[in-house]
């Protein structure tokens, strides 16, 4: 499989290119970032320097970079792995046009095990209907984003069970919780990778989930496996929970 990485200058696109080149079958197509400066042969400054065969696009680049990457993955009918965050309804809108004509695989977070606890923090809302629920994220102090995409998927996800949820971020100000609410609160404090805790309290007991991120090649090594899923499916909008249903992960 070969791999188009997008965003291969920063620090997630560093890890994909160690992750692929220790994998057996996985080699790097050509890497694309807006600061390559020529010192790496691999590495080209846009999508449309990008000459080369590959079987799939991994973007770990930014939102900004969606109507390129779009168009470029419809052109050549390459599958894409979208694992940035933070889309405007528009980019959004060119995703689902482009999964028209190619599978594209969306996530705000590319581990399993995130997947898991949002699947979890779903079930858990729906069997405890009148519990609170909070979301606390905590990253390192150069995340540009809050609350976090891999919080806002979690939210979304338990959102599922409590459709009249509305969400409450960054509390602040007067007034009582309401009916419903989910809290998220973002903390952004030193060299933190990512944490995710949620919890639900209904007066009488309380359930806490959480997950803990120890390496950034764990994020690299879930958008590789994703890569392998999404070349076997048809065009469509596929995501962590639909590759772990379908290859029963």
Not at 54 to 66: L, N, P, R
Request: hydrophobic share 45%; glycine share 8%; with cysteine.
């Amino acid at each position: 499989m070969n791999v188009i990485l997008c965003g291969a200058c920063g620090k997630m696109g560093a890890e994909v290119i160690k992750q692929i080149e220790i994998t057996d079958g996985v080699a790097l197509a050509k890497g694309v970032d807006v600061s390559a400066d020529g010192s790496d042969a691999r590495i080209v400054g846009s999508l449309s320097g990008c000459k080369c065969d590959a079987d799939v696009i991994v973007d770990f680049s930014h939102h900004a970079a969606t109507k390129a990457l779009a168009e470029y993955a419809v052109e050549r009918k390459l599958p894409l792995v979208i694992a940035t965050t933070g889309q405007t309804e528009e980019e959004l809108a060119m995703i689902r046009e482009a999964t028209k004509f190619v599978p594209v695989f969306l996530s705000a977070n590319m581990s399993v095990g995130v997947a898991i606890l949002a699947d979890f923090a779903r079930r858990a809302a729906a069997l405890m209907p009148d519990a609170d629920i909070e979301i606390v994220e905590t990253h390192h102090n150069q995340k540009l984003d809050a609350p976090s995409g891999t919080a806002l998927m979690i939210a979304a996800e338990i959102k599922k069970s409590r459709p009249a949820a509305k969400y409450n971020v960054g509390r602040s100000g007067h007034g009582k919780r309401e009916k419903d609410e989910i809290g998220i609160s973002s903390i952004r404090i030193g060299n933190v990778i990512g944490e995710h805790e949620v919890v639900l309290d209904n007066g009488s007991e309380a359930i806490t989930l959480s997950h803990s991120a120890h390496s950034r090649a764990l994020f690299a090594r879930g958008a590789l496996v994703a890569a392998k899923f999404i070349v076997k499916q048809p065009a469509g909008l596929y995501d962590m929970y639909s590759m772990i249903e379908k290859s029963e992960v």
